[in-house]
C-alpha cells in the first residue's frame, strides 16, 4: 500500500484497529487513548472529537498538538521495517503508534510503553 493510501485512510477506522488489537490481548481502548495522547499531546476530548469526525489519517499526525519528544526512543520492527530507519517523518510517526500498540498488546507496562 503507497504511503499515500494510508495517510488518506480514516483515523477512525485505524483507532477502531488499534482498540481491536489491544482489547483482544486483554488491554483496554483508555490504554490505548493514553498511548495516543502521549504520542500526539491531544487531550481526551480532541481524541474523541476526532473519531467521530472523518479525518484523514496523515491530517491527524500532521496536526497533532505536540509530537512526543521521547518518541526518537521507540525502536523496533513493523511491517518488517525498523521505525527508526523510516526516512519520512509522517509515516515514521504512523509506524511509532503501531509499535506502541504493538507493544502494549504484547503486554508490556505502561511505564515502558510511555517510556518513562
Do not use: H
Not at 484497529?17 to 490505548?32: D, H, I, N, S
Not at 518518541?71 to 519520512?88: A, D, H, M, N
Request: net charge positive; with cysteine; proline share 2%.
Amino acid at each position: 500500500m503507497s504511503n499515500e493510501k494510508v495517510y488518506q485512510m480514516e483515523f477512525s477506522k485505524i483507532y477502531k484497529l488499534l482498540v481491536q488489537k489491544a482489547v483482544k490481548k486483554g488491554r483496554t481502548k483508555e490504554e490505548v487513548d493514553e498511548v495516543i495522547r502521549w504520542l500526539t499531546g491531544y487531550s481526551q476530548e480532541e481524541l474523541e472529537d476526532l473519531n467521530d469526525k472523518k479525518t484523514a489519517y496523515g491530517d491527524f499526525f500532521l496536526n497533532a498538538p505536540e509530537m512526543n519528544e521521547k518518541r526518537s526512543l521507540i525502536k523496533g520492527v513493523v511491517c518488517g521495517v525498523r521505525v527508526e530507519k523510516i526516512e519520512e517523518p509522517l509515516l515514521r510517526d504512523i509506524r511509532y503508534l503501531d509499535k506502541l500498540i504493538d507493544e502494549l498488546a504484547k503486554g508490556k507496562t505502561m511505564d515502558k510503553i510511555l517510556r518513562r
